[in-house]
């Protein structure tokens, strides 16, 4: 910091002690410090019967507080698990929840409130001063700290031992490396993993709710049908790495409608197939307006036009979603033409 | 101890079994002169001074509850098929971690209970650390000597959120993974090394099979052992610094006023500690948090609308949907702007608060212990600052929240979102400059109050038939209260040429400093309190107007 620089004229002058803490008003200054008020009594310093009264809101408290734990443990025993009970206004909800809840606020609840109210009330309220002394060292002891820190330095002979010095830092500085090589093993590595989704030639286009092969004739216009790639069930091992790249949304347009050259081209009597993960940060996008042809992620509302390619049309998503090209194969059945042309889901530095 | 004191206390017969006891511990711990400075030590009083205390308890809360959790939660995600006690989801295939989260909901007497505690005190954990950190910064108890003090607890904001992001997506549900989605695209975009960060902390492909394990120990133990070490060391310097207090009568820079450790704050915090849990306690019990079972086990190709994240993500959450989707493609690689921005302001927002305190210091140049505090409107500029800060915190909240707000007020998702955009840079100018005419507004009528008296309300007639409202004096207390403020005189660089035509060289970082000091403490950034003179020339002469 260059302030030293700049001279302190700035500061204000402290109001010390000319204008002290004397209770006497300062004839001079009107707004000199008149030190601390008297003390007031409350009614419990002067009134026993006031006092004894607080005494028997804290005692009545602190019991309030036994029985609501006695009430807890009789809760967690009788009260069936599974058992609903209706709270106006809060619906069916769990009775063991709602009883031990209660019970164990008003329990824990009690005890602070007591314990505030004998503070509050019994307790001195006398105001305490206590002064402050400065955190910094005084001048000798920080010139006793450094004498010393130079002897110790001395002592060491770190500044003198060069070689010592210099090996010892290289030592220190290369040890961590075991950490950070011990690290590796976390994850493989990208490879183009992100690039390559299950998806290929003649793979056919499963439904994801029926788990059956769908056919051209199954997709209606104006609805939103999703898809895995055949072979792909749920109860194998990588079924979520797997889904989480292929998973597909299919729909069908009026041919006449679509508007890009290439979506017409890979799509089949007007179904066109899209990657189904945003390519935003990877939601799953699931809401389709049937008129416009957009689709929008629900997380952060990228909006894409199907009818046009998938292109971004308003949110954050910053490409648009991978067309995957189908055709039909000899049973009449939909299937892929091959993966992906470019990486589905959100973008990354070696995309491209 | 001595033959001589044990003789005595023979003599008078035993000493009380505490009093033994206590003997006992200090001749190996030494505990007299430790509580010799602290049994009877002094704590100011005021109402905000109870918000770090929210912070501290429902800190305790968490760890208590959470130890509990760890006795019930399976952190793995191996795939299993549900046949616990929640009938729809009766067959469904899940991993463990969210088949015992169930477990704990509906099988473990008291377990939804604990669960709800713990993610309730999360919550008010993290939202009286916010408030807390706005109450020191308005205050100005983040100055010399505190400033290490206030890096604390910013750190233990931070990883509080941290926390906070790894504890939800335990349980692996459709909501958090959803979330834990988002965090892979966002770690996707980090230029260069984006791919390998998310396939380490992975294990490889998303989700891939290790990322509960992985955040269940960063969960339980990583981050709450740092945050532990820092609360120990954020309530040992609050303890050493002493507590700040506000300017009063006797009220002073060098010393401190107030009740005393033993009783009055034993008795005081401590029985805050059971109201603050006792009120939890009791939301749990009747407001339902995170019903992961409504939401199903995560699937990557599923979600549900209007999914949030925990509130204090919600800043974040917002600036990546307010985001245009920039990407720039160039020579193989794609630097994703829309994701990657977002990121790196999340980071800048907060930074910026934490560094404030330093930039203050470097404009006032001011190396004092400061113990007492500020009252936000006697300091404009800064407080103007904070509330500019604090908008831009809750343009992003609104941001997070863009699908909910537009569904619940029937407003467009487009238009609310281009309000986040243009108010993100428009919302803190004008918050600044509304801000400071208030403060500065506040200024005025305090030395107004100091000069004329308080209004009293009292009309009274004149004879001549005019009317004027009778003003009364204040009292020397009120009076010390209102001018006990300081006010800096702002720097000047002095003349850059001397009398001999000689020019000096000024370095730009004092120009700065200079123009800064003069935004601080100019003529149009305080109101000069009054001064003895104004007052008597008022009070001495034609009375009051």
């Known amino acids: 910091m260059s302030s030293h620089d700049i001279s302190e004229e700035n500061l204000p002058e402290q109001r010390g002690a000319a204008q002290g803490a004397v209770r006497l008003a300062d004839e001079k200054n009107p707004f000199a410090d008149p030190g601390l008020p008297p003390h007031e009594h409350r009614r419990q310093d002067v009134d026993e019967r006031a006092a004894k ?154 439904n994801m709710n029926t788990n059956q092969p769908l056919r051209p004739s199954d997709i209606a216009v104006g609805s939103l049908t999703f898809a895995k790639p055949e072979g792909l069930e749920e109860k194998s091992e990588e079924f979520q790495d797997e889904i989480a790249k292929a998973a597909l949304m299919i729909v069908r347009l009026q041919p006449e409608d679509i508007k890009d050259k290439r979506e017409l081209e890979w799509s089949h009597e007007g179904i066109v197939a899209y990657s189904k993960i945003c390519t935003h940060v990877g939601c799953p996008i699931s809401l389709y307006e049937q008129q416009t042809h957009h689709v929008l992620c629900p997380c952060h509302q990228s909006t894409f036009d199907l009818s046009d390619g998938a292109r971004v049309i308003f949110g954050p998503a910053g490409h648009p979603l991978p067309q995957l090209r189908i055709g039909v194969n000899d049973e009449g059945y939909l299937e892929a033409l091959g993966d992906f042309e470019e990486p589905v889901g959100p973008a990354f530095w070696e995309r491209g | 101890m001595s033959t001589t004191t044990s003789n005595e206390s023979r003599s008078r017969g035993k000493a009380p079994a505490g009093e033994r006891l206590a003997d006992w511990a200090d001749g190996r711990l030494g505990i007299y002169s430790l509580a010799k400075a602290n049994l009877r030590k002094i704590f100011p009083d005021h109402w905000s001074f109870m918000l770090g205390e929210v912070c501290l308890y429902s800190f305790i809360i968490i760890i208590l509850t959470g130890v509990y959790l760890t006795l019930f939660f399976h952190p793995s995600m191996n795939e299993v098929e549900y046949h616990g006690s929640y009938v729809p989801l009766q067959g469904q295939l899940m991993s463990e971690a969210y088949r015992s989260t169930l477990n704990i909901s509906f099988d473990v007497r008291g377990g939804l209970l604990i669960r709800q505690i713990h993610h309730w005190a999360a919550l008010v954990f993290l939202g009286g650390m916010f408030v807390h950190m706005m109450r020191v910064f308005f205050t100005g108890a983040f100055r010399k000597p505190r400033e290490i003090n206030w890096l604390f607890g910013f750190l233990l904001f931070v990883l509080g959120m941290f926390t906070g992001f790894t504890g939800y997506s335990l349980p692996d549900d459709l909501l958090s993974g959803t979330g834990i989605r988002f965090m892979e695209g966002a770690i996707l975009s980090v230029p260069i090394v984006g791919t390998y960060i998310s396939f380490f902390l992975f294990g490889g492909e998303f989700p891939g099979h290790d990322f509960v394990a992985r955040f269940y120990s960063i969960h339980i133990l990583l981050l709450p052992g740092i945050m532990l070490g820092l609360v120990v060391g954020h309530l040992i310097l609050v303890f050493y610094h002493k507590h700040t207090q506000f300017a009063g009568p006797g009220r002073k820079n060098t010393n401190v006023v107030g009740m005393p450790l033993m009783p009055v704050y034993m008795a005081k915090a401590g029985g805050f500690f059971f109201l603050v849990f006792g009120v939890i306690a009791a939301i749990a019990a009747i407001a339902s948090i995170n019903p992961i079972w409504t939401m199903g086990p995560y699937r990557p190709d599923q979600v549900s609308t209007g999914a949030q994240p925990d509130w204090y993500m919600g800043f974040a959450e917002g600036l990546i949907r307010a985001m245009p989707g920039w990407e720039i493609n160039f020579w193989g690689h794609t630097l994703v702007l829309g994701v990657f921005i977002p990121l790196v302001l999340f980071g800048v927002v907060l930074m910026v608060i934490a560094a404030y305190p330093f930039l203050e210091a470097w404009v006032t140049g001011d190396k004092r212990e400061h113990h007492i505090l500020d009252r936000p409107r006697n300091a404009p500029t800064r407080t103007a600052f904070g509330v500019a800060w604090i908008t831009v915190y809750m343009v992003g909240l609104i941001g997070g929240g863009n699908d909910l707000i537009a569904t619940h007020f029937h407003l467009s998702i487009n238009a609310v979102t281009w309000f986040v955009r243009i108010a993100f840079f428009v919302g803190p100018v004008i918050a600044f400059i509304v801000t400071k005419r208030i403060c500065l507004g506040l200024q005025r009528r305090d030395r107004d109050k100091v000069l004329h008296g308080r209004e009293s309300g009292i009309i009274k007639r004149l004879p001549h038939g005019e009317f004027i409202e009778v003003h009364e004096p204040l009292s020397q207390e009120q009076m010390y209260t209102l001018t006990a403020h300081e006010q800096y005189k702002p720097v000047e660089i002095g003349p850059t040429v001397d009398e001999n035509g000689v020019e000096r060289k000024v370095k730009g970082s004092e120009k700065l400093r200079a123009k800064l000091s003069k935004a601080y403490y100019g003529e149009d950034s305080q109101i000069p309190k009054p001064t003895v003179e104004e007052y008597r020339e008022i009070t001495s002469g034609h009375g009051h107007h």
């Open chain 1, 53 to 206: 009264r607080s005494e028997r809101v804290v005692a009545l408290l602190f019991t309030v507080s036994m029985l609501a734990t006695i009430a807890f443990i009789a809760a967690y025993v009788t009260i069936p698990v599974d058992k609903a009970i209706y709270v106006f206004p809060l619906g069916h909800i769990s009775a063991l929840n709602f009883a031990l809840g209660l019970t164990l606020g008003t329990a824990l609840f009690t005890i602070g409130a007591g314990a505030v109210h004998w503070a509050r009330t019994l307790m001195s309220d006398v105001e305490l001063v206590d002064e402050r002394h400065p955190i910094e060292a005084s001048p000798e002891t920080r010139a006793k700290v450094h004498a010393d820190f130079q002897q110790g330095a001395k002592d060491s002979q770190l500044g003198r031992r060069k070689l010592i010095r210099t090996t010892m830092f290289g030592a220190l500085a290369l040890v961590p490396l075991s950490g950070v090589v011990l690290l590796r093993d976390l994850g493989t590595l990208p490879g183009t993993k992100l690039r390559h989704t299950l998806w290929s030639k003649g793979k056919l286009l499963v």
